[in-house]
C-alpha cells in the first residue's frame, strides 16, 4: 500500500473527500500540559498541509480554546482548501450547567464559540463530542440540521456515543430528511479494539466514515514507554505529562506493553517504526476513513506520515491480531461459533455482511 495525504477518500456517506490521515490539533497549545507552543503548532500545521492534508481535527475546549484560536491565525491564508472538523459537548464555563451538554442551547452558543476562535464563518464538519445521557434526540438532529440549513455547519458527525444511539439518531435523520451523521470518531487502535463490537460494523451500514483518535494509545504503541513507567515511583503523580495521563486513563499496563512489544517486532522486521506499524494497522481496519494524528512534534509528525507507506504481510497482520484479541462479548462471541453457522446457513455458501 502506499498512500499519499493527497490520495482523498469520501468521508461517509458524502461527496466530501478527505486525507486518509487528519491532523489532530488537540497538541496545538500548551494549556493541557503536553502540547505544543504557537511556533512548534504552526510547523506541524505547515508540513501537513504543504503534503496535500486537508483534514484538521479540533474542538471547543481543546487547550482551553487555544487550539481553534491557533488554528484560526494557521487557516487566514487559505481556509478554503481545509476540511476543519471541530466538536461540542465539553463545558465551556464552569459552573454554568446550559454552557455544555449536548441540547440546542449548548450547541448552537458552542458553534458561534467557535467560528470566532476559528475565524471562519462556517465549519465544514461538527461532531457531538460526548454523549451526555440527557438530550433528546430529535433535539440534537433538528438543531443540528438548522445549524447546516443556516450555513453555518456543512456536514454533521459524532462521537463517544453508544451504537445503538447513533443507529438510531441516522434511522430518525433519514426518515425526516435531516442531514445524516457522516463520520463516526472513536478511540481505535492495537490496544482499544472494542469498536469492532458493534460500532464500527454500525458504521459501515448506516454510512458514517469511521474516524480512529488516539490511533497510538496516547504514544503506548511507539515503545517509548518500559515495565519502569508502570512502577509507582516512575508513575508521576497528575504532573500534566503525558505519561501521567496515561497512566490515569489506563493505557498504561503490562497487557498494553505486551502488544507494544509484538508491534515493534513488526516493525523491525518492516524496516518501520512502532508508530508508523501502530498507525498503519489503524488506516487499514475495515471501515476506517482517517485515522487522526496526534504529533506534538515536527519529528514525530514526520515519522507518522510514514505510516502511508506501510505493507504487512499476512502473518504480520495474524500475530498483530492475536496480540491485541478482545473478547467478542455477547451476542458476537455466539454468533461466531460454528453452532450458530451450522443453525443458520448449513452448508450453504452464503455471503456474510459484517
Ligand atoms: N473524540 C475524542 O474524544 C478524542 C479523544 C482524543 C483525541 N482526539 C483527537 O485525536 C487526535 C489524536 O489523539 P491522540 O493525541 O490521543 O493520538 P495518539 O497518536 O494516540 O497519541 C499522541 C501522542 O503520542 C506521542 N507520539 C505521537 N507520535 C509519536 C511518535 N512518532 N514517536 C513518539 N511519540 C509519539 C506524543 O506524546 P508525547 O510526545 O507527549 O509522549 C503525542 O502527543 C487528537 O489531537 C484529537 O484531535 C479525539
Known amino acids: 500500500m502506499s498512500l499519499t495525504l493527497d490520495t482523498y477518500r469520501l468521508l461517509g456517506r458524502s461527496g466530501l473527500r478527505v486525507s486518509p490521515l487528519a491532523l489532530g490539533a488537540a497538541t496545538f497549545g500548551t494549556e493541557s500540559g503536553w502540547g505544543a507552543e504557537q511556533d512548534e503548532a504552526r510547523k506541524l500545521f505547515d508540513a501537513y498541509v504543504e503534503r496535500g492534508g486537508n483534514f484538521i481535527d479540533t474542538a471547543n475546549t481543546y487547550s482551553d480554546g487555544s487550539s481553534e484560536r491557533l488554528l484560526g491565525e494557521f487557516t487566514r491564508d487559505d481556509r478554503e482548501s481545509l476540511v476543519l472538523a471541530t466538536k461540542y459537548t465539553a463545558l465551556r464555563r464552569p459552573g454554568d450547567p446550559n454552557s455544555g451538554g449536548t441540547h440546542r442551547k449548548s450547541l448552537f452558543a458552542s458553534v458561534e464559540a467557535s467560528l470566532r476562535q476559528l475565524n471562519t464563518d462556517y465549519l465544514d464538519l461538527l461532531y457531538l463530542h460526548v454523549w451526555d445521557f440527557t438530550t433528546p434526540v430529535e433535539e440534537i438532529l433538528r438543531g443540528m440540521d438548522d445549524l447546516v440549513r443556516h450555513g453555518k455547519v456543512l456536514y454533521v458527525a459524532i462521537s463517544n456515543t453508544p451504537a445503538w444511539q447513533v443507529s438510531r439518531m441516522q434511522a430518525i435523520a433519514d426518515l425526516r430528511g435531516w442531514s445524516p451523521l457522516v463520520a463516526l470518531q472513536i478511540e481505535h487502535n492495537l490496544i482499544d479494539r472494542t469498536g469492532e463490537r458493534d460500532l464500527i460494523p454500525m458504521a459501515r451500514e448506516m454510512g458514517l466514515g469511521v474516524i480512529p483518535y488516539s490511533p497510538l494509545a496516547g504514544g503506548v504503541l511507539t515503545g517509548k514507554y518500559s515495565r519502569d513507567d508502570l512502577t509507582a515511583t516512575n508513575a508521576g503523580s497528575g504532573d500534566g505529562t503525558r505519561k501521567s495521563f496515561n497512566l490515569a486513563l489506563g493505557t498504561l499496563t503490562e497487557r498494553n506493553l505486551a502488544i507494544a512489544d509484538v508491534v515493534q517486532e513488526v516493525a523491525t522486521e518492516l524496516g518501520r517504526t512502532p508508530a508508523q506499524v501502530?498507525?498503519?494497522?489503524?488506516?487499514?481496519?475495515?471501515?476506517?476513513?482517517?485515522?487522526?494524528?496526534?504529533?506534538?512534534?515536527?519529528?514525530?509528525?514526520?515519522?507518522?506520515?510514514?505510516?502511508?507507506e506501510v505493507d504487512f504481510t499476512a502473518a504480520q497482520l495474524a500475530r498483530l491480531d492475536e496480540a491485541s484479541a478482545i473478547e467478542l462479548g455477547a451476542p458476537h462471541g455466539l454468533l461466531a461459533s460454528d453452532h450458530i453457522r451450522e443453525v443458520t446457513k448449513g452448508d450453504l455458501k452464503v455471503e456474510t455482511r459484517r
Open 278 to 308: 501502530g498507525l498503519a494497522w489503524a488506516l487499514q481496519s475495515p471501515g476506517v476513513t482517517a485515522p487522526i494524528i496526534g504529533a506534538r512534534t515536527p519529528a514525530q509528525l514526520e515519522d507518522n506520515l510514514g505510516a502511508l
